[in-house]
């Protein structure tokens, strides 16, 4: 049986076969392709982010809500919730975008609705500090305190509208929550704008 010499032939063909690469045909195509994909996904991805922002944000208060309650039945003192003044830790005096975030403090043994975090006393449980720009949390009709009694009845902010709304499509777009505060302190989370 006699054997060819392959070896500078095989290398040779290997060597070429190795370095081909894409044609300019194949690279557009694969361009195109990968722009239709992410044209097709990217408002998609948006969406769901917003989605979820607004989700979490009104899980979070709603949570917080419940939380200032149980609080002040299970240490039977007054629990205050406030909007927070620009990321200082005390309670806003003005405005009604509790999205810049909020203030949580169990009040000094006299239940004093009017005093603030720093009153002697009280007793910080947590401040929650805003990170969702693009929405605001409003009560209708404005509300910048909830005040939970011992019994966990609210005292101050019952009854309470509160609406999630992403800006750019205002309070009846797709992204809008409706969180209702009974007077009885119980909380009721929505996915769309409806009346308590």
Not at 9 to 37: D, W
């Amino acid at each position: 049986m006699l054997r060819t010499p392959c070896r500078a032939h095989c290398l040779a063909s290997s060597l070429a076969s190795a370095q081909r690469g894409f044609t300019l045909v194949e690279l557009l195509i694969t361009i195109s392709l990968l722009g239709i994909v992410l044209a097709v996904g990217i408002p998609s991805f948006q969406d769901l982010i917003r989605s979820n922002q607004a989700s979490a944000l009104g899980v979070e208060f709603s949570r917080d809500v419940s939380r200032a309650r149980s609080e002040a039945i299970s240490t039977n003192r007054c629990v205050k919730m406030c909007q927070s003044d620009a990321g200082s830790g005390t309670c806003a005096t003005t405005g009604n975008d509790w999205q810049r975030g909020w203030v949580m403090f169990a009040l000094p043994a006299s239940c004093n609705t009017a005093a603030n975090a720093s009153a002697q006393g009280a007793r910080l449980l947590g401040v929650r500090y805003g990170n969702a720009p693009g929405f605001t949390l409003a009560a209708a009709p404005a509300q910048a305190t909830l005040v939970f009694d011992p019994r966990g009845v609210v005292l101050a902010g019952g009854n309470a509208h509160y609406v999630l709304t992403y800006v750019p499509e205002g309070a009846g777009g797709r992204y809008s929550r409706s969180i209702c505060v009974s007077a009885m302190g119980r909380v009721n989370l929505q996915r769309s704008v409806l009346a308590c």
